[in-house]
């Protein structure tokens, strides 16, 4: 039996994107993306209330990164959340990050999150506040990487959301396979 709940907006997992702008001075600033996620190809979906800092931000430069939230920086990740840029102009010291300038788009990329999407900026709807970004680059710090080179989850230790009881959870372990596992069934009548 099945229990509904009405419309909600409950996706698992639902990762912590950091999103990172400078501001009309060159100043740093970043927020916790509540929701996102891969639009297309290239392009990653944001939503950003057109009343943050990081909405004017990003209109004014048209270019933001979008980090992953890692476990060893949830409490970090959680403040850029809970304060505005609009309020607390040193909100990214008092979180503990860093910034350097991303080399593809003009943009900060913060040190302590290894992963990062830098994205030039498509599309933003003031009205809802849905942000496109093409994603131009992805960087990866190299203490993340595997010994083949890439991204290797476990090092990484991504955080993520979950939308229902309020609380932030770690990815899990390999479970399968993908583009291989489901085979066992192709050709089954």
Same mark, same amino acid.
């Given at each position: 039996m099945r229990k509904n709940f009405g419309a909600q907006t409950w996706l698992y997992p639902m990762p912590v994107l950091i999103v990172a702008t400078y501001d009309e001075n060159g100043k740093p600033d970043a927020m916790n993306a509540a929701w996102g996620g891969i639009a297309d190809t290239n392009k990653i979906g944001v939503c950003i209330d057109p009343s943050h800092k990081t909405a004017a931000n990003l209109k004014a430069r048209k270019?933001?990164?979008?980090? #992953?939230? !890692?476990?060893?920086?949830?409490?970090? *990740?959680?403040? @850029?959340?809970? @304060?505005?840029?609009?309020?607390?102009?040193?909100?990214?010291?008092?979180?503990?990050?860093?910034? !350097?300038?991303?080399?593809? !788009?003009?943009?900060? #990329?913060?040190?302590?999150?290894?992963?990062?999407?830098? *994205?030039?900026? #498509?599309?933003?709807?003031?009205?809802?506040? *849905?942000? !496109?970004? %093409?994603? #131009?680059?992805?960087?990866?710090? %190299? +203490?993340?990487?595997? %010994?083949?080179? +890439?991204?290797?989850?476990?090092?990484l230790d991504p955080l993520c959301f979950d939308p229902v009881r309020h609380v932030y959870l770690k990815l899990g372990a390999v479970v399968g396979t993908a583009f291989k596992d489901g085979l066992k069934f192709k050709g089954k009548k």
């Open positions: 270019s933001f990164t979008v980090s #992953v939230g !890692v476990a060893g920086q949830t409490a970090a *990740c959680d403040y @850029v959340g809970l @304060v505005s840029g609009n309020d607390e102009p040193a909100k990214l010291e008092k979180a503990g990050f860093h910034t !350097v300038k991303s080399a593809f !788009v003009d943009a900060p #990329v913060i040190e302590e999150l290894p992963l990062t999407l830098e *994205c030039a900026l #498509v599309s933003f709807d003031d009205a809802a506040g *849905c942000t !496109v970004g %093409e994603i #131009v680059n992805v960087s990866a710090d %190299e +203490r993340i990487l595997g %010994e083949d080179g +890439r991204i290797d989850t476990s090092k």
